[in-house]
């Protein structure tokens, strides 16, 4: 028998310490701001803030919950509202509600809500580095049957917040009765565990005796699937049947794989339900040239090709056509995006880059340079100190 073999990760610290009061300030700006007509992007970033806000809030137990879930659920609401892909049904339906899904109230609620000292956030990886929409969440839910009308949701915290209110929004745009919590898994990244408390035991029994089906969302499934797995458990612990667990994912997952003990067995238990593949992007960006695949554009012979850390590059296109062609890169959505597209102007503006052009879905666009790889023969003095300036310009403009 095969040796399985030895899996070593580095797991980094990926929290940061923020002000509570702060964060409320920065999300009450940019509602305001955006309150009169909202548009698709400023939905999302605003979405992604409170998200990230009632995260906080949930890990920190020391206010109530009740209005920052409410404001994160009449964004997602709004958003399903402005979007066109999800098709003539559920944009039918949402048109409906459009006129009933007034900010005002929500943001005088979050003005007078207290916010804890101090919170702990870190960054939804999904939307921030891998192109992961979260309408793609709703756009799942039309295909799973809920016999009684009834859905019951529940996001696996951090980025599981935001998730689990589009997908509620989604099934009440649908009509059905939806209602969500969020939870933190706890343990080694291997064998996280769940445990419900007593107001969640309630929320599971509730959509128990009306019926529902439930769904558990996250960006997952990691190299473990344990997260994943911990929640589930927990609701066949509280009387749920596996047959009415889903397990709604960021991609299909590859269950053989799963590191958590004895995980693809457990895995095997539930529906897995992943999000389409396909990533929202604008519509000139056609030609993929992400994981590497941009060195077949630039060389003719593969012996020739730099390396490249594919799994960590960000996804990429060309446009089509031989004209004057633009590379499109994912930079992240909402204020993720924008604080890169902040870096890539600041190093275009010091004459050390291209210029970037934002666009939609978290994207932005440079024109693409045709050139070929340096030579040896190129390494002048004016080129050796050009490398130099470049070095000390980034240490001194993003410390």
């Known amino acids: 028998m095969r040796a399985r073999a030895l899996n070593l990760l580095v797991f980094r610290e990926g929290r940061r310490r923020v002000s509570g009061g702060e964060l409320k300030s920065v999300l009450l700006r940019s509602l305001e701001q955006v309150a009169a007509q909202p548009g698709i992007d400023d939905l999302i970033e605003d979405l992604l803030r409170a998200g990230e806000l009632e995260c906080a809030i949930a890990d920190a137990e020391t206010v109530p919950l009740e209005t920052y879930t409410s404001l994160t659920d009449r964004l997602a609401e709004l958003l399903l509202c402005r979007d066109l892909q999800l098709g003539p049904h559920l944009g039918r339906l949402a048109s409906q509600w459009d006129a009933q899904l007034e900010l005002r109230p929500f943001y005088q609620a979050l003005e007078e809500a207290p916010a804890p000292h101090e919170l702990w956030i870190s960054a939804p990886e999904g939307f921030a580095y891998y192109a992961l929409h979260p309408l793609a969440f709703a756009e799942v839910v039309g295909g799973i049957p809920a016999p009684a009308g009834c859905m019951a949701v529940i996001g696996i915290r951090s980025i599981g917040t935001t998730l689990s209110a589009v997908t509620a929004a989604a099934a009440r745009a649908r009509g059905l009765q939806a209602g969500r919590i969020t939870v933190r898994p706890a343990g080694h990244h291997y064998n996280r565990q769940t445990e419900f408390s007593l107001q969640q035991l309630q929320f599971v ?195």
């Open 205 to 399: 029994e509730r959509s128990r005796q009306a019926g529902a089906v439930f769904l558990v969302v996250d960006e997952g499934p990691g190299l473990s699937g344990s997260s994943f797995l911990s929640v589930a458990e927990a609701l066949q612990r509280a009387g749920v049947a596996s047959d009415e667990i889903f397990l709604v994912c960021g991609h299909e997952p590859d269950i053989d794989s799963f590191r958590a003990e004895d995980g693809p067995r457990r895995a095997r238990r539930f529906r897995w339900i992943p999000v389409s593949p396909e990533t929202r992007r604008p519509i000139e960006a056609q030609v993929f040239v992400g994981g590497g695949q941009w060195r077949q554009c630039l060389f003719s012979d593969r012996k020739l090709w730099p390396a490249s850390w594919i799994n960590l590059e960000r996804l990429k296109y060309l446009s089509a056509g031989d004209g004057s062609r633009r590379l499109f890169k994912f930079l992240g959505l909402g204020d993720y995006g924008k604080r890169v597209l902040e870096r890539e102007n600041t190093i275009a503006a010091a004459g050390f880059g291209p210029a970037a052009q934002s666009e939609p879905y978290g994207f932005a666009s440079y024109p693409w340079i045709a050139g070929r790889p340096m030579a040896a023969a190129d390494l002048s003095h004016r080129e050796l100190k050009r490398l130099a300036d470049y070095c000390a310009f980034r240490c001194c403009a993003f410390p």
